[in-house]
């Protein structure tokens, strides 16, 4: 398992705890692997998922870090989202964003 995916793990169970997410979702790492969350936390995992989000190294450790907006990252081109949207956007909340205006800032 590379570092990246260690860490991505790692960070998204930290932002999991007691989130209580329903839904799987799978990043989509490039060059890297896959790490999938669902109700039990993130595991480094590329099994199938409600919906799958593709994005570089990069990007998906600025999303981790706070420092890109998902909606933002998703309108440039920089994320693809493949499957189940109201999943992906339920996640969001993983990230910070409480609600739907708050992608959009």
Do not use: H
């Amino acid at each position: 398992m590379s570092a990246v995916i260690s860490e991505a793990v790692a960070a998204l169970n930290a932002k999991l705890a007691g989130a209580g997410f329903d839904g799987s979702v799978k990043f989509d790492i490039e060059g890297e692997g896959a790490v999938r969350v669902d109700d039990s936390g993130a595991s480094a995992d590329d099994a199938e998922a409600d919906c799958t989000i593709s994005a570089s190294a990069e990007t998906f450790r600025a999303l981790l870090e706070g420092d890109l907006n998902p909606a933002g990252a998703f309108m440039s081109g920089k994320l693809k989202v493949e499957g189940d949207m109201g999943t992906a956007m339920r996640l969001g909340t993983v990230f910070g964003y409480d609600d739907q205006r708050a992608l959009f800032r």
